[in-house]
C-alpha cells in the first residue's frame, strides 16, 4: 500500500493534550489517519492510547489541540458526532445488547422499514448474514447475542461498524480474544476495508500482527508521541525500544530475596470453557509472573484459586492445606490476598472513604469491645498510609479522589493490613502514571524480600520481566511455558503467549 | 442515525477477504442445533402457560363440567380483561428495566373521573368518558416518565410515591362520594356488559390492545428500542446511548402509554362494575406485575413478550375462577397465585443457567477445534 | 447529629480540593437531616393548630404506638435496602405471624409456646426470600412480590376469613400499656430498644460496614472477602422474624388476630427508608435518618386524621411527595451546583473519580430500577 502523506487526512488530531488534574494522560499529540491506510498505534499500557481513542470517538474532549475531519476542526460532542464522522471503533470489550438477536443488534436505531413502518425482517436479516457471510463467520444472525464468545461478540461489533459504512474503524486489541483462524478471517476484512479506502487504526500488542498488516505506525510513550513514520522502515527491536524507552533492568531493580518453602500448590485447576488444568506453584519469597495475551485467561485463573470465581476441578493447597473452591473467605483466613485488575469495580468501594477501604479486609480485627472502633480505623488506615507513601487528604475522603496510583496503595494496605503469606496482584501498575509505577514495584520487591510469596500477572512484558523470578505463560486457557528468570525473554515469552510453542519441554 | 440499514454497505468480497464456504458440515450441524435450543427457549414460556392453561381448564372441567359452559368461560375472561389490558402497558415499563407501581392508583382515579363526568353529563356520548380516563391516565404516567427520566428518581421510588400521591388525589376528589350504576348512563354500562358481534365488548377491547402492543413491540423500532434500553441498562446504558437511541424519551413514552392503559382499565371497571370509589383498583399494582412477571417477563428489563404477560393475566385469572367453581377455599387463591410466580422465575432462572453452561460450552469446544 | 458546618459556605478558598468535596457532601447530609426535623416542627405546629389535642400526652401515645408496627417493619429494611436488595413481603409475613398466632391459640397452646413458633415461622419466611435471592440468583424484588401474594395467601389459609379476640389479658394488658407511669406506650420502648440494637449493628459492627460495603459494590464486598451471600441471607432472615414480632405486636394491640391485617404496611415502611436518607441503590442512609423520618410520618398521620376533612386524602398525597422529595431534591440540588460549576470555572474538567451526580449508586443509571 502506498502512502501518500500530502493527501488530507481522513481524521486527525492535531496537537491534542488532556490532563485528569495532575496526570497528563495525553501531551501535544497528533496523528494522521488517510484513507487506505492502515495505522498502528504502539505504546505500553498507561502510555495515553485510550485517552487518544476516547477523543478520536467523542468519548472524551482534548483540553487544548483539536481533532480534524477532512481538514476540517470539529468538535465531537458525543460518540454520535464522531460515528456520524465515519468512525467507528471495535473495543475490547464488546457493548451490545445481550436479550436481542445478532442482527438487531447491528441494526439498531437504524432498523430497515416497509409498509406501515414496520421492520422489514427479511430485509434486516439478509443484510447482517450479507455482513456476516463477508467476514467468513457462520453466525445465526436470528439467535439472541447472550451466550455468544467475546470473540463472536467482536463480529458482531464489527458487522455493526460495517453497516455505518464506516471510513475510519478504530479496533483496540480486537484480535486479544480471537483464535488464529479468526484473526486471518479479520485481517481479510481489515485489508478489504483498505481497499476500498477506508482508514484504519489498530491497536495490539502482537507485534507479529502488527507488522502483518500495518503500514504506518505510531508509537506513544507516556503521553506522548514518540514516533511517526512508515512501518517498514522500524525494526521490531527498534520499535520495542521506542515503546519501552529505557533499559528494562535498570527500571527493575531486581533484590535477591531467599526462596523459601512452597506456598501456593495449585494442581489442574479447571473451570470449563475459560481455561483448563493449570498447575502453579509460588514459594516464600518468589515472585511469579503469570503473562501472556489479554483474553488468556489468566485473571481467571487467580480470581478462581482466589474463589472469587468458581473452579470446576482441581485443588487449590494453601501451606499444606486444601482450600475449599469457590470462597474467598476460606483463601482470605488461609493467608491470601487479592489485588484485583479492576480497582474501580473490584478492588475499592468508590463510595467510601480511604481509611474504610483500607480496613475493608479485616473489619474484624478493627473491634475494641466488640464495636468497630474508628480510632483503630484510623491508626491502621494512617500507619499504611506512611508505610507506602500514600498521598492524600484526610482519611475520610472519598477514596475516588485518589489518584490511580494512590488508589492502588490504597488496595495493597487493605490486604497487607492481613499479614497474608501469598499476594496475588493482577496488573499492579495498570492505569498508574509512571513515578508511582516505580513506587509499586518497589513495594512489592521489598514484600517479597521479606519472605511473601507473590502471583503477579501482567500484561506488561518489561515488568514480567523485570519483577518475576518465575513466568508462566498462558495461551487460550492453558499454560503453555514456564521460565526461569535466566531462561526468560521477550521472544520466548511472545512465542509462547501467541502460541508459537504448545510444550514446555521445548524450551525448559 | 436515522438512515435505516439498506444493502450491504460493506466492501465487495474483492481484496483477500476469505470466500467461499468455509463452514463444515460437522459445524453447520452443531449452529443449527444450537438454533433449535435457542427457538425452544423462547418459546418455552408461552408454550409452558398454554398447557397450564389447558390442564387448568380440563381438570376443572372434569370435576365441574358447568366450567365449561360458555357463560362460565365469558365470565372468566371479563373477570381477566382489565389486568389484561394494564399488565400490555406494564410489560412495556418491565421490559425498559422500571417498574410502575402506581398503575393501581391511576385507575381509581379515573374510573372515578370517568364515572363522574358520565354522571353529570348524561347526554355526551359514552366514549368521551373514555378518553377523559385515558388522559387522566397518560398525564400520570408523563409525570411518572418525567421524574424517573428527567429527575434521576429510581422508579421503585417514583411510583411508589405516585401510587400514594395519586390515590390521595383520589380521595380528594371523591370526597367520601360513590358513584352507583344507576347514577350511569346506559349506554355506558352496556360496554361492560355487553356484546360486539356476539363477544363481549371488553374482551374485544382488552384483545386489541394486547395484539396492537404486541405488534408494536415486535415490528416495530420503536418497541425493539424499548428492549435494546433495558437490555443495555444491565451493564450501565452504554450499548444504548452508543446506538444513538433515545432513551429518557423512550422510557417517558413507556410510562405514558403505562398510565393511559391503566386509565383506560379505570374506565373498563367503571363500565364493568358500575360502582366507583375512592378505593377502586387498589392492590392491582401487585396484581398485574405478578401476572407480566408469571408471563416471563423479567424484571431485569430486556426480555419478555406483550403476549406472554397477557397470557399471564389469564393464567392467574383462570385460576381465580377456577377455585371459586371448584369450591376449594378463595383464601387458597393468593398463596398459589404468589407461588406460581415463585416458580415462574427461579424455572426462567435455571433454564437460563443451564442454556448459558451449554453454549459456553459449545463455544469453547468451537474455540479449541479452531 | 451533624448541625451545618461552619466552613460550608466558600467552596473556592478551601485550598485542598477534596476536602470542599467533603464538606459539600457533609451539608447536605446536615441539610436532610436538618430538613426532616424541620418538617417535624411543622407538622407539630399545624397539628396543633387544628386541633388543641393533638399535643396532648394521650394522643401523642396513641398516635405513636398507632405507628409501632411501620417503625418495626422500618428497620430490617433500613439493612436490606442498604445492600441495594429489597423486601416487599414484610406485611405478608406480619399477616402470617398474626394469622398464625389466632390458630395456635384456637388450638390451645400456651402463649409462650406461640409466640417463639411465630417468629421462627417469620424467619423461616425470611429464609425462603433470602435462599431464592442469594441461592438462585433471583431479583429480590421479583422473588418478593411473589412471596407477598403467597404468605399474604397463608394467612388467609390458616385463619380463613374469622378473627380470634380472646388472647389473654396479660399479654394485651401489657401492648396496650404505657411504660413504667410514663405516657411512652410500652411497644414503643420495645421499639427504641430494637432501634438502638439496629443503630450500633449498622454502624457500629463489621457486619454493618459490610452491608453499606455490598450495597455501594457488591463485587468488591466479594472481592475483600466478605461473605455476601451469608450476609443477605441472614438479613432476610432477621427481616422475616422482625416483621413475625411486628405481626404479634399488632395482634396484642388490637386483640384481634386476622389474615388481612396490615395491608400495605410494607410501601409504608419501605417509605419511611426512602425518605430517611438510605439510597434505593444501596451503600448509604442511617437508621437516626429512618427514625426520624418515621416520627414524620407518624405525626403526619396523626395531624391529618384530627381534622376529618383533612383525611386520609392529604396523609397519601404528603406522604408521596415526600417520598419523590426525598431523592429528587438532592438530585435536582446536585445538578444545579454541577451547572453553577462549571460556569464559574469555565471548562475545567471534572475531577477524576468523583462522578458529577452523588446520587447514582454503583452503575446507578437513574431510570433503572435496583
Known sequence: MSTDATTTPLVALDGASRSFGAVHALKNASLALRAGEVRALMGENGAGKSTLVKILTGVDRPNSGSVLVDGEPVVFHSTADSRDAGVAVILQEPTLFPDLSVAENVVMGRHPKRSFGRIDRPAMKQTVQGLLDRLGVDLDPDRPVQGLSIADQQIVEIAKAMSFDARVLIMDEPTAALSGREVDRLFGVVRALQARGAAVLFISHRLEEVYEIATVVTVMRDGEVVHDGPLSELPEDELVRRMVGRDVNQLFPKTPATIGDVVLDVKGLSREGVFYDVDLQVRAGEIVALAGLVGAGRSEVVQAIFGVDQATEGTVNMLGHDLPLGKPTAAVAAGMALVPEDRRQQGLVMDMSIGQNATLARLGDMRSRGLLSPKRERAEASQWGERLQLKYGKLSDPVGTLSGGNQQKVVLAKWLGTEPRLLIIDEPTRGIDVGTKAEVHRIINELAGQGLAVLMVSSELPEVLGMADRVLVMFEGRVTAELTRAEANEERVVRAATGRTAVTEEIA | ?370 | MSTISPTAPAPDRTPAAPRTEDSIVKTILGRWETLIVGLIVVVFIIGAGISSEFLTGDSLTTGSSDFTEYAILALPLTLIIATGEIDLSVASVLALSSALMGYLWNQGLPMEAILPICILAGALCGLINGWLVTGLGLPSLAVTIGTMALFRGLAYVILGDESVTDFPTNYTDWAFGNFAGTVIPNTIVLFLVLAAIFAVVLHRTPFGRAIFAIGANKEAARFSGLRVNRIQLRLFILSGAIAALAGILLTLRNSTAAGNVGDGFELTAIAAVVLGGVSIFGGTGTIGGVILALILLGAIQKALNLDPDINTAWVNIVTGILLVGSVLGPNIAARVREARRISTRGTRPPRPGRSAAPQSGPGGEGNTNA
Open chain 2, 1 to 370: 442515525m436515522s438512515t435505516p440499514v439498506t444493502t450491504p454497505a460493506a466492501p465487495g468480497p474483492g481484496g483477500s477477504a476469505p470466500s467461499g464456504p468455509t463452514v463444515e458440515p460437522e459445524e453447520a450441524e452443531r449452529v443449527s442445533a444450537g438454533r433449535r435450543v435457542v427457538d425452544r427457549l423462547i418459546r418455552a414460556r408461552e408454550l409452558g402457560l398454554i398447557v397450564v392453561l389447558i390442564a387448568i381448564v380440563a381438570i376443572t372441567g372434569a370435576i365441574e363440567p358447568n366450567f365449561l359452559d360458555a357463560d362460565s368461560l365469558k365470565q372468566t375472561v371479563l373477570n381477566v380483561a382489565i389486568i389484561a389490558v394494564m399488565t400490555a402497558g406494564m410489560t412495556l415499563v418491565i421490559v425498559t428495566r422500571n417498574i410502575d407501581l402506581s398503575v393501581g392508583s391511576i385507575l381509581g382515579l379515573s374510573a372515578f373521573l370517568c364515572g363522574d363526568f358520565l354522571t353529570k353529563n348524561p347526554s355526551v356520548p359514552w366514549i368521551v368518558g373514555v378518553l377523559i380516563a385515558i388522559l387522566i391516565g397518560a398525564a400520570c404516567g408523563l409525570l411518572n416518565g418525567v421524574l424517573v427520566t428527567w429527575g434521576r428518581v429510581p422508579a421503585l421510588v417514583v411510583t411508589l410515591g405516585t401510587m400514594y400521591a395519586l390515590r390521595g388525589v383520589a380521595f380528594l376528589v371523591t370526597g367520601g362520594r360513590q358513584i352507583n350504576a344507576e347514577d350511569l348512563p346506559d349506554s355506558f354500562l352496556k360496554v361492560g356488559s355487553g356484546d360486539l358481534l356476539g363477544v363481549p365488548t371488553l374482551i374485544v377491547l382488552a384483545v386489541v390492545v394486547i395484539v396492537l402492543f404486541w405488534f408494536i413491540t415486535r415490528d416495530y423500532a420503536w418497541g425493539r428500542q424499548l428492549y435494546a434500553i433495558g437490555s443495555s441498562g444491565r451493564s450501565g446504558g452504554q450499548a444504548a446511548k452508543l446506538a444513538g437511541l433515545k432513551s429518557d424519551r423512550r422510557v417517558t413514552q413507556a410510562f405514558v402509554i403505562s398510565g393511559a392503559l391503566a386509565g383506560l382499565g379505570g374506565a373498563m371497571y367503571a363500565a364493568r362494575y358500575g360502582t366507583v370509589d375512592a378505593t377502586g383498583g387498589q392492590g392491582y399494582e401487585l396484581r398485574v406485575i405478578g401476572a407480566a412477571v408469571v408471563g416471563g417477563v423479567a424484571i431485569a428489563g430486556g426480555s419478555g413478550t406483550v403476549f406472554g404477560a397477557a397470557l399471564g393475566a389469564v393464567v392467574l385469572g383462570t385460576i381465580q375462577t377456577a377455585l371459586i367453581v371448584l369450591k376449594i377455599d378463595d383464601f387458597w387463591q393468593q398463596a398459589i397465585v404468589g407461588l406460581l410466580i415463585i416458580v415462574a422465575i427461579s424455572l426462567d432462572r435455571l433454564i437460563t443457567n443451564q442454556s448459558e453452561a451449554l453454549l459456553r460450552q459449545r463455544s469453547a469446544r468451537r474455540r479449541t477445534a479452531a
